[in-house]
C-alpha cells in the first residue's frame, strides 16, 4: 500500500469494525470510494490485491451489498 493516507485511513475503520461500530462491507465501500478519488492508490499496481487481503481478513462479503455488480467487475473498478 503506497497511499499513507489510505493506510491511516483504513487503521481508523479496521478499528471500527473490530469495535462493532462499522459493518465489513461498509469498510469496504469506504475503501473503493477513496480508491476512485485518490491517485496514488490508482497508481499502486499491488493495491488490489493488498484491498482483498483486507477484505478476507475483516470477513467483508465478496460481494458489496449494491444489487448487480460482481466481484469481477468490481476488481476492474479497483484497478481503473
Ligand atoms: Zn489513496
Known amino acids: 500500500m503506497q497511499c499513507q493516507r489510505l493506510r491511516s485511513l483504513a487503521r481508523e475503520w479496521f478499528l471500527k469494525v473490530r469495535e462493532d461500530a462499522l459493518a465489513p462491507a461498509r469498510m469496504m465501500e469506504f475503501i ?10 490508482q497508481r499502486d499496481p499491488d493495491l488490489p490485491q493488498e484491498v482483498e487481503k483486507i477484505r478476507e481478513f475483516i470477513r467483508a462479503p465478496e460481494v458489496i451489498p449494491q444489487g448487480e455488480s460482481s466481484s469481477e467487475e468490481w476488481e476492474e473498478e479497483a484497478l481503473a
Open 32 to 41: 473503493h470510494r477513496h480508491i476512485r478519488q485518490c491517485e496514488t492508490c
